[in-house]
């Protein structure tokens, strides 16, 4: 069965870069495509991106200049960079296996990021 | 951006009831190649992650029981759950996966 636990800084200040793992057990992230999604505080939920089974990346256009999704495959690990964050990046950050096309089947627990001073 | 439009934004029911939650889409989610609507329906729970129900609008993902029912075509999407139960008690999504994903604003689902 497929796993996926999201790690990484709960709290991060306005102007640095956050950074989440994203470690998967029980399923090879060298197969289907890997997403980050966010929910805002007030539940809105915001897909950020996706890196496949090759490495290839796709980004939400709104978050194109700042972030990057990578992977360490020797590890079953994909991660996520958010340049330049500010208090409206506050979020729980999830982490995601798709099923078919853009379609998030299998999603980590979540872990909330606090973008604070 | 294909813009989602859930309502309501809450709904108070009683243990047995049917439900429906609307979802509406900016522009048709029909592919004209398959014939195929790309819109996806998530259930999540207080404290839990979410959960997929149903994708392509009325495919039911395994496991998921037939009281989740998903309907609708072009811009229009419902999700029906018949005679809900204390454990459907949740916050309900709907998504676009025609293109890069985009998510309604949620309906939440009480106990009244």
């Known amino acids: 069965e497929v796993q996926l636990q999201e790690s990484g800084p709960g709290l991060v200040k306005p102007s640095q870069s956050l950074s989440l793992t994203c470690s998967v057990t029980g399923y090879s992230i060298t197969s289907n495509y890997w997403g980050w999604i966010r929910k805002f505080p007030g539940n809105k939920m915001e897909w950020m991106g996706y890196i496949s089974y090759s490495g290839s990346t796709s980004y939400n256009p709104s978050l194109k200049s700042r972030i990057s999704i990578t992977r360490d495959t020797s590890k079953n690990q994909f991660f996520l960079q958010l340049n330049s964050v500010t208090t409206e990046d506050t979020a729980t950050y999830y982490c995601?296996?798709?099923?078919?096309?853009?379609?998030?089947?299998?999603w980590g627990q979540g872990t909330l990021v606090t973008v604070s001073s | 951006d294909i813009v989602m439009t859930q309502s309501p934004s809450s709904l108070a029911v009683s243990a047995g009831e049917t439900v429906t939650i609307n979802c509406k889409s900016s522009q048709s989610l029909l592919s004209s190649g398959n014939q195929k609507n790309y819109l996806a329906w998530y259930q999540q729970k207080p404290g839990q992650s979410p959960k997929l129900l149903i994708y392509?609008?009325?495919t039911r993902e395994s496991g998921v029981p037939d009281r989740f029912i998903g309907s609708g075509s072009g811009t229009d999407f419902t999700l029906t759950i018949s005679s809900v139960q204390a454990e459907d008690l949740a916050d309900y999504y709907c998504?676009?996966?025609?293109?890069?994903?985009?998510f309604g604003g949620g309906t939440k689902l009480e106990l009244k």
């Open positions: 998504q676009q996966h025609y293109s890069y994903p985009t």
């Open positions: 392509l609008a009325s």
């Open positions: 995601a296996r798709y099923l078919t096309t853009r379609v998030l089947a299998y």
